[in-house]
């Protein structure tokens, strides 16, 4: 029953994130803005609807958001609810979650590639830069979740709320801040990205979709919204196993930390210009490897 609802689970926060970030934006804009549930109403008709495949792609390109949206589902029945147990659960399943994301990646470069189309290779190979320079921060943050619990599986480092302490209570704070910095590249989001721009010298997710429709553009959709929601699930976890360790607070601060969190940066922040994307993503890499040592010289216990 617990898997079951975990499951349930994620499928709302993947659902609810864009609806916040919407509501969000339209507030902060002082606008009446978009209904809450229009992002699913947009792919629902997407979903009925046929594609329209070029003469020059292959097999590849029409099972890429297939091979898409399959591993971003294997990576959220990873990812546990606070309390609750996921579908899938094994030790070193935090490697797995991150090289799964990465083969959903690899299969919508390929895609892209796949056209031959010059925008959408464009595309693909900021998508495979970006992709390489965020991975030191994953790996990062998740060895620091490691370090302070002693487990290499999700379902083991969240298993149960944490000893309070102030040493655990910062690291978990400053790993959730990650998390949330890392959502905005893997999501594509501002000031990384922008999904409403339609400006294919400067898209890096959109221009690889240019060619896709219908159903086909519902799947990858659908893949982001989860993609997110993991991300966001993580951060909550972290934040929550330092106190009130239980799925009804996780829930909404997952949701509420990212789609507020991308809402804001969405209506206060400027997208940046493309050759200061790398400076910005390795720079969160440089952040995790700080939270890293922090909690690395914490865990030490030095006394001055």
Same mark, same amino acid.
């Given at each position: ?27 902060l804009?002082?606008?009446?803005g &978009?209904?809450?549930?229009q ?19 292959t ?15 294997v ?7 606070a ?20 083969l959903?990646r ?19 190979a900021? *998508?495979?830069?970006?992709g390489a &320079?965020i991975e030191?921060?994953?790996m990062?943050?998740f060895a620091?979740?490691a370090m302070?619990?002693g487990y ?6 969240f ?8 040493? &655990?209570t910062?690291?978990m ?10 959502t905005?590249?893997e999501?594509?989001?501002?000031p990384v990205?922008d999904?409403?721009?339609h400006? *294919?010298?400067?898209?890096?997710h959109?221009v690889?979709c240019l ?7 519902g ?7 989860i993609?997110t929601?993991c ?7 972290? /934040?929550?196993?330092?106190g ?6 996780? /829930? ?6 990212t ?20 400076t ?6 440089a ?9 690395y010289?914490?865990q ?5």
């Amino acid at each position: 029953m617990g898997i079951l609802l975990n499951t349930i689970l994620m499928i709302v926060v993947a659902i609810a994130i864009p609806g916040v970030i919407n509501r969000t934006r339209a507030l902060l804009a002082g606008r009446k803005g &978009l209904p809450f549930m229009q992002h699913v109403r947009n792919v629902s008709l997407l979903l009925r609807k046929g594609t329209v495949y070029s003469t020059t792609t292959t097999a590849l390109f029409r099972i890429a958001p297939a091979v898409y949206l399959g591993a971003a589902i294997v990576a959220m029945l990873m990812i546990p609810v606070a309390d609750l147990y996921p579908l899938i659960s094994f030790e070193g399943d935090v490697i797995c979650f991150a090289y799964t994301l990465a083969l959903a990646r690899v299969a919508i470069i390929l895609a892209a590639m796949d056209t031959g189309s010059s925008f959408e290779g464009m595309g693909a190979a900021r *998508e495979a830069l970006y992709g390489a &320079l965020i991975e030191p921060a994953l790996m990062i943050g998740f060895a620091t979740l490691a370090m302070f619990c002693g487990y290499t599986s999700f379902a083991d480092i969240f298993e149960s709320e944490q000893s309070l302490n102030l040493h &655990l209570t910062i690291v978990m704070v400053l790993t959730a801040y990650l998390f949330v910095k890392i959502t905005f590249v893997e999501s594509g989001r501002v000031p990384v990205d922008d999904p409403r721009t339609h400006l *294919e010298l400067t898209m890096i997710h959109e221009v690889m979709c240019l060619d896709y429709s219908g159903i086909d553009m519902g799947m990858i959709h659908i893949a982001g919204w989860i993609k997110t929601a993991c991300f966001s699930m993580i951060a909550a976890n972290a /934040v929550v196993a330092t106190g009130c360790f239980h799925w009804w607070l996780a /829930v909404p601060l997952a949701i509420l930390l990212t789609g507020v969190s991308v809402g804001v940066v969405e209506s206060t922040q400027a997208r940046n210009k493309l050759v200061r994307n790398t400076t910005f993503i390795v720079t969160i890499s440089a952040l995790a490897a700080l939270i890293f040592f922090i909690g690395y010289l914490l865990q030490l216990d030095i006394n001055i």
